[in-house]
């Protein structure tokens, strides 16, 4: 039973950002400070970002996150946080994405009017995180992916349309994105991507992102 109100899936896709298409940080990839990534993404059109740092200090964390939200302000822009609800709660930021074993219903006790996600790895995880009261899930890894080298394996666009047909709700897809293989997603049922190592690694962010939103939204929405 859905821990939530009902809601049409359509009503759960407008609730994401316009396009949804989800930029997540990894200091460790990226070729310029986050905070100047995210600029270009936002520039570039760009108007999703989460703060992935998981190993960054708490205060440091909370600290980059204010600083992003501020940012996100200028530009309309949806930022949240991975997991830390504490920094989400102090930073005003607008959501937070959770792993596979998190609640969804928890988080929204605390973020009553949050946007918030939740990973997934099958089309049975997908389904039972937005029954638990998920706004989407993210479904991974999609392609083989160098942000986690050996992690999988890669469901492809197959398993991706397995998951959208299961769950009732928004699937973000994520692992491997690629302008060149961005239309499959949408193809496959995919409500958005969800992108980290692609933009992360490119010396031109806004590029990238622009790149791969104009893949996924010049590709065939399938039938139906």
Known sequence: MSLRPPITIMAAIMALPDPPILVISDRHQARRALIEVAAA???AGGRWFSL???DLPAVDRRRLLAALVALGQRYGATVTAHEDIEAVVAAG???VHLPATGDPAAA???LPRAL????????AEAAAGLRAGADYVTVSPVFVTQSKPGYGPAIGPAGLARAVA???GPVV???GITAANAGFCRQAGAAGLAVMGEVMRAAEPGAVFAALRDAFGEAASPPG
């Open 166 to 168: 299961a769950a009732a």
């Open 116 to 123: 918030i996600g939740v990973s997934a790895h099958s089309p």
């Open 93 to 95: 930021a607008a959501g």
């Open 173 to 175: 897809a994520l692992g």
């Open 108 to 110: 929204r006790a605390r």
């Open 41 to 43: 993404v936002f520039a």
């Open 52 to 54: 992935r740092e998981k």
